[in-house]
T-cell receptor, first 114, second 114 residues
Framework: GQNIDQPTEMTATEGAIVQINCTYQTSGFNGLFWYQQHAGEAPTFLSYNVLDGLEEKGRFSSFLSRSKGYSYLLLKELQMKDSASYLC???????????????FGRGTQLTVWP | EAGVAQSPRYKIIEKRQSVAFWCNPI?????LYWYQQILGQGPKLLIQFQNNGVVDDSQLPKDRFSAERLKGVDSTLKIQPAKLEDSAVYLC????????????FGAGTRLSVL
């Protein structure tokens, strides 16, 4: 199985930058995902890292260090609509022909204030 | 492109009753997943299908939960009989089943067991 840890809550103000950290312990690693989930809605895919380093996509960036079991999601120029839960998920190496199971953290509830 | 469709959106039942959820994945996606998300937690995988075959149901409480994916497209998840602790959001996701294999989620069914 996997052990995934991320902060429960964070707050920030509009226009600011926030970094959401995620640490994990895994028996096999095949990628790390970040999802955004607004209350009562489906998780939506934000980013995917499988190699060490930074992946940038607009206002959102995600970083991975496999040796440290560590990732972060960086959100720039925060907007009110970024208030949501951010889920860190790790995929294991799977069984047979599958590409592995996704294990989710509890999510970090981000509140953006005006 | 249409997303993952789920119905119903909400369901309220009494304990010991039965309930069924339906999912229609994104067209062309070979892999389909059912997750359970309890309030304040991340989604937990219940079962994973590749086409119409089960590849991972290790976390499915088989004494009361069942799922099928006939013809490798739509899927149904059933709970019989329901318990109070089954109150949760049931999310369906689908993916190509190859490459990055990013999972795309439906809006979910919120189940309340009274």
């Amino acid at each position: 199985g996997q052990n995934i840890d991320q902060p429960t809550e964070m707050t920030a103000t509009e226009g600011a930058i926030v970094q959401i950290n995620c640490t994990y312990q895994t028996s096999g690693f095949n990628g790390l995902f970040w999802y955004q989930q607004h209350a009562g809605e489906a998780p939506t895919f934000l980013s995917y890292n499988v190699l060490d380093g930074l992946e940038e996509k607009g206002r959102f960036s995600s970083f991975l260090s496999r040796s440290k079991g560590y990732s972060y999601l960086l959100l720039k120029e925060l907007q009110m609509k970024d208030s949501a839960s951010y889920l860190c998920a790790v995929r294991d190496q799977g069984r047979g022909s599958t590409l592995g199971r996704l294990y989710f953290g509890r999510g970090t509830q981000l509140t953006v204030w005006p | 492109e249409a997303g993952v469709a789920q119905s119903p959106r909400y369901k309220i039942i009494e304990k010991r009753q039965s309930v069924a959820f339906w999912c229609n994945p994104i067209s062309g996606h070979a892999t389909l997943y059912w997750y359970q998300q309890i309030l304040g937690q991340g989604p937990k995988l219940l079962i994973q299908f590749q086409n119409n075959g089960v590849v991972d149901d290790s976390q499915l409480p088989k004494d009361r939960f069942s799922a099928e994916r006939l013809k490798g497209v739509d899927s149904t998840l059933k709970i019989q009989p329901a318990k109070l602790e089954d109150s949760a959001v049931y999310l369906c996701a689908s993916s190509l089943g190859r490459g990055k294999n990013i999972q795309y989620f439906g809006a979910g069914t919120r189940l309340s067991v009274l």
